[in-house]
C-alpha cells in the first residue's frame, strides 16, 4: 500500500470513528430532549453535532454521508423550532437518519453492504417536510435500513496493528500521575518542617546549656535543689533529643529517596503528556482533497498548504479545535475566496491559496487558517446586523472594523439570508471563540479588502499537567498559566504613572498598564501586605501585555487541570479548575480573556443609576458552592452592588430577616434548607414578601421551573446556560422596579 494510500486509509477511519461518537450523542441527546423538550443547551449541541457530521462527511468526500446528514438536519431543524414537542414519529424518522447516516459508514469504510435504502430515507424526509404529519409517508423505517445488521457492522471490531486506549482511561491515569505529584509535595513539606524541629530544638537545647552554665555556682559551694533540678530536666531533655538527632541520618536517607521519587515522578508525568500527544498532521490533513471537492462545487480553484503538521498536541486539545478548525475551512472557501473570474478581474492568479499553519509558542501553539480571497464585507456585516435587530441603522453607519468584526463572533450571526448546505444556519465563529477560550486560548481576527482574510487560534499545547503561577486575590487564590508570564515583581509607589483612566507601572524601562485583578474578579481592590509596594504579574500574548496587580504571590505549581463545571462555562475569564497540594482548588485564568478585558473600557453592563448620595443597592446570594457564589458575588460587585453571601436557605433567612435585602439570587440544591425552602419562607414573611427572588441552579427542568413559580419565584435562569450578562440584566430589571 502506497503511503497516499495508508494516509487516506487513516484520514477514512479517524473520520468514521469521530462520525460515530457524533451519533453516539446524537442518539442521546435525542432520547433525553424527548423526555424534557426545554433542555436548551442540549438542543444547541445536538444542532451543532449534526452539522458538524454534514460538514466533515462534505469535506471527506463522502457524498451519501452528506446527504444523509443534510436531510436528518432539515428534519430536526424542524424538530427544534416546534421546541422538540413533537410526535413519535417525527422523532422515530430522525433516529432513522441516524441509522441510516451509521450505516452508510459501515459501507464508506469497506465493511460489507448494510441493507439500506437511502433514497426511501430521502423521500420520507420530503414527505414529511411538505406535510407535517409523518404517518402520511407510505415508507416505514425499518424498509430505510436494517438497524440490527447496521449496528453490528459498526461495532465489529477490526483486526487493528496499534491497541486503541479510550481517552477516558488516559484522563485516569493522568490524574492519578498529578495526585502522586500533589502527594510528593506533601511529603516534602512535612519532611522540611520535621527537619526545622529538630534543629530549633537542638539550637534551644544548646541555649539552655549556656545560660544553665552560665548561672552554674562557684565550684566550692553547693548547687541549690533549683539547679539540681533544672540540670535533671536538662539531662532527660538531652536524652530524648538523643534519640531524635540519632534518627536524622534516616531523614536525610528519606530526603534523598523523595527527591529521587520526584526525578521519577516527573518522567512519568513527562511520559504520560507524551502519550496524550498526537501530530496535527492528523487533522491538517484530511482537508486538501475534500476542500478541492468544495471548492469544485462552487465552481473555484482553491490550493491548500499545510505547513507544521508535525507540531504535537494534547488529544483532548485536538478533538476540542476539530469543530473550529472545520468552520474556518468552509468559511474560507464560501465567504472568502472568490471564483477564477473574479480573482481576474482583481488581478489575482485564478486558483485561491488557502494557508493551514502551525507554530509552537512555548507551551502553546499557534494555528493560523488564512486565505488570500476578497476580505471581509463590511457593508454585508453592516445590513446582517440591521436585519437581524443588533445595531440600528445610525449605530451600524457609525461602526468602527474592529464593531464588526466583533459582531461575526456573535451567536447565530451570518451575513446569508438563506441556509445552504456548506454555511448560513446559525453554527459558527461563535463556537470556533466558545471552544478555544474553554481551553484557556483566545481567537485573533484580521483582514483587508482585497487581500484576505486570517484567523489565528492560541491554543496550549498539553492541557492536563500544567505549569502555573499561583497568585493569591484577597483569600483566594488563583492561576495563571506559566507561559504567559512575563514577570511577577514588586512595584514602589514611586514607579505607578497615571495612564488614561487608570495607571501604569515603569517596569525595565517600559510603562506597562495595570489592572487590579480584585476588581476584575470580584469587584474589590487588591490590598497590599504591608500598604506598600504592589505586587504585580505582567502577563502577555502576541504583542498585547498588561499588569495585573494581586494582593501576594503564592509561587509557581504543577497542577492537574480539570474541565469546569458547565455552570462556569460562561465564565470567559476561567478556563479550568485545579487542586492545590493542601487541598484548596483553585481557579485557572485564560491570559487571552484577562488581555481582551483590559483594552474595554466600557462595562459588561451598566448598573442602574442612583442618586450620588444613596447606598448601593443589597444583594443577597444563596448558593452552597463556593465558586459559584465567588462567580455570581464577583459579578454584582463589580457593578457596584453591596453582595452578602449565604451558604443555605437557613442562613440566607436569618440574614434577611436581620437586614432585608434588595434581591435574593439563590440555587435551589442546598444542605439543611433548600431554595424551595427558601422560597416558601420569604413569601410567608410581610417584610420579606415583595422582595425579588432569582433562582439560579442547575436544575433546568418545566416542572422545577413551575414549582419556583408557584412559590414566588420572580426568574429562573439555569446555570449549563449561565452568561454574566443575562445576570445582570435581569437583576438590573428587578432592582429598576
Avoid at 318 to 323: A, K, P, Q
Avoid at 654 to 668: H, I, M, S
Wanted: hydrophobic share 45%.
Amino acid at each position: 500500500m502506497s503511503d497516499t494510500a495508508a494516509a487516506r486509509r487513516a484520514l477514512v477511519e479517524k473520520f468514521r470513528s469521530l462520525a460515530l461518537d457524533r451519533l453516539d450523542k446524537l442518539n442521546r441527546a435525542l432520547l433525553a430532549l424527548e423526555r424534557d423538550p426545554s433542555q436548551t443547551a442540549l438542543a444547541d449541541d445536538a444542532m451543532r453535532e449534526i452539522h458538524t457530521l454534514k460538514g466533515e462527511a462534505k469535506l471527506m468526500g463522502f457524498a451519501d454521508v452528506n446527504l444523509a446528514a443534510h436531510r436528518t438536519e432539515d428534519l430536526m431543524i424542524q424538530l427544534r423550532r416546534a421546541g422538540f414537542n413533537v410526535t413519535p414519529e417525527q422523532r422515530d424518522l430522525v433516529l432513522t437518519g441516524f441509522d441510516v447516516i451509521g450505516a452508510l459508514l459501515q459501507k464508506e469504510a469497506g465493511g460489507g453492504r448494510p441493507a439500506v435504502d437511502l433514497a426511501a430515507f430521502v423521500q420520507a424526509v420530503d414527505g414529511a417536510l411538505r406535510s407535517a404529519p409523518v404517518e402520511a409517508t407510505p415508507i416505514a423505517p425499518q424498509a430505510i435500513v436494517e438497524r440490527g445488521e447496521a449496528l453490528r457492522n459498526l461495532m465489529r471490531v477490526g483486526a487493528e496493528t496499534s491497541l486503541r486506549v479510550e481517552l477516558r482511561k488516559l484522563e485516569q491515569l493522568t490524574t492519578a500521575v498529578g495526585d502522586l505529584l500533589l502527594l510528593q509535595v506533601r511529603h516534602e513539606a512535612l519532611l522540611r518542617q520535621v527537619n526545622a524541629a529538630v534543629r530549633q530544638s537542638v539550637e534551644a537545647l544548646r541555649d539552655l546549656r549556656g545560660r544553665l552554665s552560665s548561672a552554674a555556682p562557684a565550684p566550692d559551694l553547693d548547687p541549690s535543689p533549683a539547679t539540681n533540678v533544672i540540670a535533671a530536666q536538662l539531662d532527660e531533655a538531652s536524652r530524648r533529643l538523643a534519640a531524635v538527632v540519632a534518627h536524622r541520618g534516616a531523614l536525610g536517607l528519606a530526603r534523598d529517596e523523595l527527591f529521587e521519587s520526584h526525578i521519577r515522578l516527573d518522567e512519568l508525568a513527562s511520559q504520560v503528556r507524551g502519550l496524550r500527544l498526537l501530530p496535527l498532521a492528523s487533522l491538517l490533513e484530511r482537508y486538501p482533497r475534500a476542500v478541492r471537492d468544495l471548492a469544485r462545487e462552487q465552481h473555484k480553484q482553491v490550493e491548500v498548504e499545510i505547513i507544521g503538521g508535525d507540531v504535537e498536541v494534547d488529544k483532548v486539545i485536538l478533538e476540542t479545535i476539530s469543530e473550529p478548525l472545520l468552520h474556518l475551512v468552509r468559511n474560507a472557501i464560501d465567504h472568502g475566496i472568490e471564483a477564477p473570474d473574479e480573482r481576474r478581474r482583481a488581478g489575482k492568479p485564478e486558483t485561491g491559496r488557502l494557508l493551514l499553519r502551525a507554530a509552537p509558542r512555548g507551551a502553546e501553539v499557534d494555528i493560523v487558517v488564512a486565505d488570500d480571497g476578497r476580505g471581509l464585507d463590511r457593508d454585508a456585516i453592516r445590513e446582517a446586523a440591521v436585519r437581524r435587530g443588533l445595531l440600528t441603522d445610525a449605530a451600524a453607519a457609525g461602526a468602527t472594523a474592529a464593531d464588526l468584526e466583533a459582531l461575526l463572533f456573535h451567536p447565530g450571526f451570518s451575513t446569508r439570508a438563506a441556509a445552504t448546505d456548506v454555511s448560513g444556519r446559525g453554527v459558527g465563529l461563535d463556537v470556533v471563540r466558545k471552544r478555544i477560550e474553554g481551553l484557556g486560548g483566545g481567537v485573533q481576527l484580521s483582514s483587508k479588502a482585497g487581500a484576505g482574510t486570517s484567523f489565528r487560534l492560541t491554543v496550549p499545547i498539553s492541557f492536563a499537567l500544567k505549569r502555573v503561577m499561583v497568585v493569591r486575590v484577597g483569600e483566594t487564590a488563583y492561576a495563571l498559566p506559566s507561559e504567559a508570564v512575563v514577570v511577577a515583581a514588586r512595584i514602589a509607589p514611586s514607579d505607578l504613572l497615571p495612564a488614561g483612566r487608570g495607571r501604569a507601572a515603569r517596569l525595565e524601562g517600559d510603562s506597562v498598564p495595570l489592572v487590579d485583578l480584585g476588581l476584575a474578579l470580584h469587584g474589590q481592590a487588591c490590598a497590599t501586605p504591608d500598604g506598600g509596594d504592589q505586587r504585580v504579574v505582567v502577563i502577555q500574548s502576541q504583542e498585547s501585555r498588561v499588569g495585573l496587580v494581586v494582593t501576594d504571590f503564592v509561587g509557581e505549581r504543577q497542577v492537574v487541570q480539570r474541565n469546569l463545571d458547565p455552570f462556569l462555562a460562561g465564565a470567559r475569564l476561567v478556563s479550568a479548575s485545579a487542586a492545590l497540594a493542601d487541598g484548596r482548588i483553585l481557579l485557572l485564568l485564560n491570559p487571552n480573556a484577562l488581555l481582551e478585558g483590559a483594552a474595554q473600557t466600557a462595562p459588561l453592563s451598566p448598573a442602574p443609576a442612583r442618586a450620588p448620595d444613596a447606598a448601593p443597592a443589597s444583594v443577597l446570594v444563596v448558593d452552597d458552592s463556593e465558586v459559584s457564589r465567588d462567580l455570581v458575588a464577583g459579578t454584582l460587585r463589580q457593578q457596584g452592588y453591596e453582595v452578602r453571601e449565604a451558604v443555605n436557605g437557613q442562613e440566607a433567612l436569618q440574614q434577611a430577616r436581620e437586614r432585608p435585602p434588595a434581591l435574593v439570587v439563590t440555587d435551589l440544591e442546598m444542605p439543611i434548607c433548600d431554595g424551595f425552602a427558601l422560597l416558601s419562607a420569604l413569601r410567608a414573611d410581610p417584610t420579606l414578601r415583595d422582595v425579588p427572588v432569582i433562582v439560579l441552579s442547575t436544575r433546568g427542568s418545566d416542572q422545577d421551573k413551575q414549582r419556583a413559580a408557584a412559590l414566588g419565584a420572580d426568574a429562573y435562569l439555569v446555570k449549563t446556560e449561565f452568561q454574566e450578562a443575562t445576570l445582570l440584566r435581569v437583576v438590573h430589571d428587578y432592582l429598576a422596579r
